[in-house]
């Protein structure tokens, strides 16, 4: 093992040596804090927007998973919540179930229901996840309804994001909180 000398080695010679002096804090400087960005919706990582009637973004697999394990949308959403709830479908989903073709059909047959209210998009391209995440990310006043993987995995990094999926022929819900005592 090798043995380091200290900088005040009187081997060293004065013009290369370098001392080294502990700074001590200066009293009249200002402390800057740096706190990480958080949503205004956010109350002690409650999510202060979220409350009855429940708003639920729609995913396109959601949709198909709904049909496979027969559960009435709304009706399954409603007994989920125990609330009022107005599902939500943006064009971009409609528009993927559209591309699917004949097979999904009755998925698109089942968005088309009036109790479904229609979401503009007003941005470009057509891919639905990317159009739901930044919806979310805005808009801290929805449920994301997804059976999607990655969808799902992209949601859970945004704080105060519920997210309702299908599982055993029923609805369920993941990370919705209390309300908080007051």
Do not use: W
């Amino acid at each position: 093992m090798k043995k380091m000398i200290k900088p005040t080695d009187s081997r060293i010679k004065p013009d290369d040596r370098v001392i080294i002096k502990k700074k001590k804090p200066d009293p009249h400087e200002q402390k800057v804090n740096e706190a990480p960005q958080c949503s205004s919706a956010l109350f002690f990582q409650y999510n202060t927007q979220l409350g009855p009637p429940y708003r639920i973004l729609i995913d396109t697999n959601f949709v198909n998973f709904a049909i496979k394990n027969k559960v009435d949308l709304v009706k399954g959403m409603m007994d989920c919540l125990y609330a009022k709830c107005i599902p939500y479908i943006t064009d971009c989903v409609m528009g993927e179930l559209e591309r699917l073709g004949e097979k999904y059909r009755l998925a698109l047959k089942t968005i088309k229901d009036p109790r479904i209210e229609k979401l503009p998009c007003v941005h470009k391209g057509i891919y639905a996840d990317d159009c739901l995440v930044n919806r979310v990310t805005q808009h801290k006043c929805y449920i994301v309804a997804t059976s999607d993987v990655d969808l799902k995995r992209r949601i859970r990094k945004i704080p105060g994001v519920p997210i309702m999926g299908v599982a055993q022929g029923r609805f369920f819900i993941e990370r919705m909180p209390d309300a908080p005592q007051m």
